[in-house]
């Protein structure tokens, strides 16, 4: 200290200067906080990442209002539809949409199967986990917005740094949320989307193999004859494209031919599904009003066989007399469908 203290007195040493360095911590005076000190790796990303931080923000003011509108509108229509039952006529109403159009939305029937078959109710469990944490920290959120400790008129927030609000919010977030909910919701919300993924690819997989193969067994039968008869009609500097213009043609005529065979097959699946669905719907409605007896209609009654199979026919019939598309006005009511048809196409085909 001596030493130091003499190369003060000789002018070959400054003393340091906390107010031109940084500024102390309140909570602890000793600890000098330089805001000219270089970032480290982790500051410096996050740094970087907090214009997206302030716009998730702005979205989540915009969205979250009208979520939280959305699914309260949701549960106030349950509650009004609830004395009218309709655990029996929604499986009726889904019943006769898998009836009428499972092969032309097969992707979407895949997806729901597969959602039912790896465990719904998680899925539905591990959603209401995150959404429960989510309403908390928007909640908590909007008071933050508003806090004014310093009683001087204007929000905390807009008196801060960029860098020391999105530090405000992490904590925020850190103290509302609940570690352990928001991990088993993650797992669960990750289990479902991988298991209908998995699903889609796997149907998808089997169709274009399918189609490969009968591209294949065309090329090789077809393709000789055809290309002794395109080669008389064709200039002789273009016969050299005629192989691969043929193999390519049945490629693509095999994957369509795939693509109806499995239209067909999901049709037909769908149609007795969903017949079986409008019956067994229609049936706890009959025996609950006393219209018909349980034992004569119920499930395994030659009854419901039957009407299970004409109505399963009538699906199938009207699918494929249509050739798997929508018409109108049908196709005005389920253009939702149209679109999350093509969505999960798109995933499986192109998305990896």
């Known amino acids: 200290m001596a030493e130091v203290a003499r190369l003060i007195d000789d002018g070959q040493a400054q003393p340091y200067d906390a107010a031109a360095r940084g500024k102390e911590d309140p909570e602890d005076p000793n600890l000098v906080v330089d805001d000219d000190a270089p970032l480290g790796p982790l500051q410096e990303t996050l740094t970087k990442l907090m214009p997206l931080f302030l716009f998730l923000g702005k979205v989540l003011d915009v969205v979250g209002p009208l979520l939280g509108k959305l699914f309260h509108y949701i549960h106030k229509a349950y509650v009004f539809i609830k004395p009218w039952h309709p655990e029996e006529w929604m499986p009726m109403i889904y019943g006769l949409l898998l009836c009428f159009f499972g092969g032309t939305f097969m992707l979407c029937l895949a997806a729901l199967e597969a959602f039912r078959l790896f465990g719904f109710s998680r899925i539905k469990e591990s959603w209401g986990l995150i959404w429960e944490n989510v309403t908390e920290f928007y909640a908590a959120h909007k008071e933050d917005q508003t806090l004014d400790e310093n009683a001087d008129g204007i929000p905390d927030v807009l008196q801060i740094s960029k860098r ?42 089997q169709m274009i193999a399918l189609g490969a193969t009968i591209g294949d067994v065309l090329d090789r039968t077809l393709s000789p004859m055809l290309e002794h008869v395109i080669v008389r009609l064709c200039p002789k500097e273009y016969r050299k494209w005629i192989p691969e213009a043929l193999s390519w043609t049945w490629r693509v005529l095999g994957a369509l031919l795939a693509s109806f065979v499995f239209r067909v097959i999901e049709g037909f699946y769908s149609s007795l599904r969903g017949s079986e669905m409008f019956w067994a719907g229609l049936i706890a409605y009959v025996t609950r009003k006393n219209f018909a007896k349980k034992e004569k209609v119920s499930p395994g009654s030659v009854l419901f066989m039957v009407a299970t199979g004409a109505l399963a026919g009538f699906g199938f019939w009207w699918q494929l007399s249509h050739l798997f598309t929508v018409p109108f006005p049908f196709n005005i009511f389920l253009w939702p469908l149209t679109v999350l048809e093509n969505f999960l196409l798109f995933m499986v085909a192109v998305v990896h």
Do not use: H, N
Not at 172 to 188: R, W
């Open 164 to 205: 020391e609000l999105m530090t405000r919010k992490i904590q925020l977030f850190l103290k509302v949320c609940d570690p352990q909910e928001l991990s088993l919701g993650m797992d669960g919300l990750l289990a479902g989307c991988v298991a209908v993924l998995a699903t889609l690819r796997s149907r998808f997989a």
